[in-house]
């Protein structure tokens, strides 16, 4: 698991065991599935993720589109999500 924390909430990308595909949400909302974890995180970037309240604010921070420049393991309070 990666996360990334932001002012609108902490997103998260999680790799399945299985199916090899990464699942992006944001806090305790699950936003899509994908193939390649550069396409999430592109997604993020391009505000079209399907989390409105991400995909239309105007004054965003921009995760790194990096996944290594996110943070490795579970953000804290991850029990609550």
Not at 14 to 24: A, C, N, P, R
Not at 47 to 71: A, Y
Request: aromatic content about 14%.
């Amino acid at each position: 698991m990666w996360y990334h924390k932001t002012k609108l909430g902490t997103f998260w990308i999680v790799e399945s065991e299985d199916t090899h595909q990464y699942y992006l949400g944001m806090d305790e909302d699950s936003i899509g599935c994908y193939k390649k974890i550069e396409d999430a995180i592109a997604d993020i970037k391009s505000q079209v993720t399907g989390h409105l309240k991400w995909d239309q604010s105007r004054n965003i921070e921009v995760p790194e589109d990096v996944i290594h420049q996110w943070i490795e393991g579970e953000p804290e309070n991850w029990n609550k999500f």
